[in-house]
Structure formats: C-alpha cells, structure tokens
C-alpha cells in the first residue's frame, strides 16, 4: 500500500502559479501511475491529470491542458503539478492517488488517496 500526502496548495490571483506536490511512501511507489483529482463544492470529483509509473505517458483533463503539468521524480517518491495561468474555476480541493501500473483519468480506478490541499484562486 502507498500513501500519499498533498501539500502546495494555497491562495493566488488569477494568473498566478502553484506547484502541488503529492509525497509517497510505501515500497512499491515506482510501480504507480499518480492522478490528480480536484472537487469543487456542490461539483462532482473532476480528472485534472495522471503519470504513469514511468513517467513516460501522461494525460490531462480538457479544463488544465496547455496550463497544468504533471511531472514525478521516483527517487524522491513524489509527483508534482505545476499550475500556471490560474483561473478562479480552478478552486477546489485537489487530491492526488495511486494506482498499480497504468494511469488513468477515472477516479473508481485508484486505489489509494491522499487526504487534499486547498487550491483557491481569487479574480
């Protein structure tokens, strides 16, 4: 089992920057792709972004392409999300989460969750 532990999160004006970082333990780290989530109040849980283990394969929601970019430095056993040009529709709480293997933008697919940073980005 992984677990994961968010941090980074915090308040910025719009086209501002933040960069989330998502710390791991667990031994078998190197074999998990990593999503992240985010979930604003009264929406539902939206796919931002996933690595696979190898970092060789990534994806990204539609809302975050070309501003958002997700990145893992396994002998660190941490993933990160670099936000640039922030939107006030980017508020929410981001989660990131592990799974064995192949990345994934859908939530049902992981396994292990972290516990969410704050992400609030005023006009």
């Known amino acids: 089992q992984v677990q994961l532990v968010e941090s980074g999160g915090g308040l910025v004006q719009a086209g501002g920057s933040l960069r989330l970082s998502c710390a791991t333990s667990?031994?078998?780290?190197?074999?998990?792709?990593v999503g992240w989530f985010r979930q604003a109040p009264g929406k539902e849980r939206e796919f931002v972004a996933a690595?696979?283990?190898?970092?060789?394969?990534?994806d990204y929601g539609d809302s975050v392409k070309g501003r958002f970019t997700i990145s893992r430095d396994n002998a660190k056993n941490t993933v990160y999300l670099q936000m640039n040009s922030l939107k006030p529709e980017d508020t929410a709480v981001y989660y990131c989460a592990g799974r064995t293997l192949r990345l994934s933008a859908l939530y049902y697919d992981y396994k292990d969750w972290g516990q969410g940073t704050q992400v609030t980005v005023s006009s």
């Open positions: 690595i696979s283990w190898s970092g060789g394969s990534t």
């Open positions: 667990g031994r078998t780290f190197s074999y998990y792709a």
